[in-house]
């Protein structure tokens, strides 16, 4: 995705001798390439430490093992036969879209999977995030049959969970009536509970979240 402005500062020496092209590049096909990805992840790495004075190896410890667990796991869905697409852009529908971490399909099975690094294990079995996603995915696969759902991540092996197409458009149901009521600014309502709102943002101005308590939901991991 194109993130820079139409008179990017990386691009001056060319705009600044060609006006132009300014304008003309912006709708021009995105290329990049392994070197370009790698300097972004290199300015995000050094823009972290910084901001939180940490050494690279202190700020990243376990990251490449992690990393590496990820990659191991999604090439063991992947065959000469299969189509993998990789922080895959999906639409849902209005209001949702997001961004899955790697997707798998081979000759009608749909796999959505998403990486999870931290210490409290995630499910996949009933995972909205995931079930969203899929439906998003199945997008881009018209022809899928069957959705497998898996959660990659270190501390939680072998947390996968099958569902079908059918149950998916049951849930897509749910999601777009409860989406509706979200964005209805005149008639929100709240329905707080501690594992809902451990992770919300608005959680220190919301009044039901006060009234409710504060306590975490999670158990914590050895």
Same mark, same amino acid.
């Given at each position: #995705? ?17 006006? #132009?092209?300014?304008? !003309?590049?912006? *709708? !021009? ?27 690279? +190896? ?23 036969? +299969? ?22 399909? *081979? ?30 995915? #199945? ?18 092996? *072998?947390? #996968?969970?099958?569902? +079908? ?18 964005? *209805? ?30 306590? +975490? ?6």
């Amino acid at each position: #995705m194109r993130n820079h402005a139409t008179l990017s500062p990386s691009g001056a020496d060319r705009w600044l001798e060609c006006p #132009m092209s300014a304008t !003309a590049t912006v *709708d !021009a096909p995105y290329t990049t390439s392994v070197h370009a990805e790698v300097g972004t992840v290199t300015h995000l790495v050094g823009e972290l430490a910084l901001k939180y004075n940490k050494t690279v +190896s202190e700020l990243f410890s376990g990251l490449l093992y992690n990393a590496e667990q990820y990659i191991n796991y999604v090439r063991e869905y992947e065959t000469s036969t +299969s189509e993998s697409l990789y922080e895959a852009k999906v639409k849902i529908f209005k209001g949702c879209w997001g961004t899955c971490d790697a997707l798998v399909y *081979d000759k009608g099975h749909l796999h959505v999977i998403d990486l999870k690094s931290g210490k409290v294990p995630v499910k996949a079995k009933g995972n909205a995030q995931l079930m969203l996603y899929a439906l998003g995915a #199945m997008k881009l696969f018209p022809d899928t049959k069957k959705v497998t759902l898996h959660i990659a991540q270190p501390r939680a092996k *072998d947390n #996968m969970w099958d569902i +079908s197409v059918g149950e998916l458009r049951l849930f897509q149901k749910f999601a777009k009536k409860s989406g509706k009521k979200a964005l *209805d600014a005149e008639n929100l309502e709240a329905n707080p509970s501690n594992s809902r709102c451990w992770y919300c943002p608005a959680k220190d101005k919301c009044e039901a979240y006060q009234h409710d308590g504060k306590q +975490s939901p999670f158990k914590k991991v050895k």
